[in-house]
């Protein structure tokens, strides 16, 4: 993953052009999938394009239906409009207040940044009603849809992190099927990764971002991402941090099975 230039070199897309209509455009984002997040104009009227390539599948309407009903409980994104052509797919939502926590602004004040991420999950696993979320992402259904995958051919376990390279696809498919015992059930982010909370200068959680995976579970699935994330985007020593500033102990367990369950997702 990366911030501030398209990796290939390429252009930006047309519909981000013609969406900026002359105005500054910006890229923040570039993900593994090819999916890029803009910029576009400034403040107090800025927006931000997140764009996806038709390659990548992206459930767009899913993800409208998350930001909508998270939104009445949460901050988030709120959503201007969405398109699709030939390129690709888009939701364009308007700013929330602060910068990513992988901007060049806290890239330097990590610590500050990492317990911001900590409580920043905290509050919205308090704020999100268990009772009246409409979505899942349990891992049962995870496990479903690994197997589902397995069987199309569509999980290549070169791609997963260096934790997991000893193992083969039997071996990890056998391993996700002893799910653990749920320590608490809330409404997970789905995404938690450093990029996808924004933090104010004063080191507050000021709202969050990409909730397309967004859907009840066990709060480690979260935290799972979350910890591993600090060590992708800040190097080593975040993870207790952002423990310590969620509110509860490490679960070696939990974390090791949720991390493998994500090797083998979408």
């Given at each position: 993953m990366s911030v501030g230039s398209l990796q290939s070199g390429a252009p930006y897309p047309e519909s981000v052009v013609?969406?900026?209509?002359?105005?500054?455009?910006?890229?923040?984002?570039?993900?593994?999938?090819g999916g890029l997040t803009f910029e576009i104009g400034a403040d107090p009227k800025r927006c931000f394009v997140k764009?996806?390539?038709?390659?990548?599948?992206?459930?767009?309407?899913?993800?409208?239906?998350?930001?909508?009903?998270?939104?009445?409980?949460?901050?988030?994104?709120?959503?201007?409009?969405?398109?699709t052509d030939d390129q690709g797919t888009w939701i364009v939502t308007t700013a929330l207040a602060g910068e990513s926590a992988v901007s060049d602004r806290w890239l330097?004040?990590?610590?500050?940044?990492?317990a911001g991420i900590g409580r920043g999950l905290r509050e919205i696993h308090e704020a999100?009603?268990?009772?009246?979320?409409?979505?899942?992402?349990?891992?049962?259904?995870?496990?479903?849809?690994?197997?589902?995958?397995?069987?199309?051919?569509?999980?290549?376990?070169?791609?997963?992190?260096?934790?997991?390279?000893?193992?083969?696809?039997?071996?990890?498919?056998s391993l996700i099927g002893d799910i653990p015992?749920?320590?608490?059930?809330?409404?997970?982010?789905?995404?938690a990764c450093s990029p996808n909370t924004l933090i104010t200068d004063d080191g507050t959680c000021s709202g969050h971002t990409d909730l397309?995976?967004?859907?009840?579970?066990?709060?480690?699935?979260?935290?799972?991402?979350a910890t591993w994330s600090t060590v992708w985007n800040y190097g080593q020593g975040f993870e207790e941090l952002l423990l310590e500033t969620y509110g509860v102990e490490p679960d070696p367990s939990r974390i090791a099975y949720y991390r493998l369950l994500w090797d083998l997702g979408p």
């Open positions: 013609t969406i900026a209509a002359g105005r500054p455009v910006r890229l923040v984002w570039e993900n593994m999938l764009w996806s390539p038709k390659t990548a599948c992206v459930d767009i309407d899913g993800e409208i239906a998350r930001l909508r009903w998270a939104g009445a409980h949460i901050a988030v994104p709120e959503v201007v409009s969405t398109g330097v004040d990590r610590a500050v940044a990492v999100l009603p268990v009772d009246e979320c409409p979505f899942s992402w349990s891992a049962e259904s995870r496990v479903a849809d690994a197997h589902r995958r397995a069987d199309l051919g569509l999980i290549d376990p070169k791609g997963w992190h260096a934790e997991h390279q000893s193992l083969d696809l039997s071996a990890a498919l015992e749920v320590d608490r059930l809330v409404v997970c982010h789905g995404d397309g995976a967004l859907g009840v579970a066990d709060r480690w699935a979260d935290l799972s991402v």
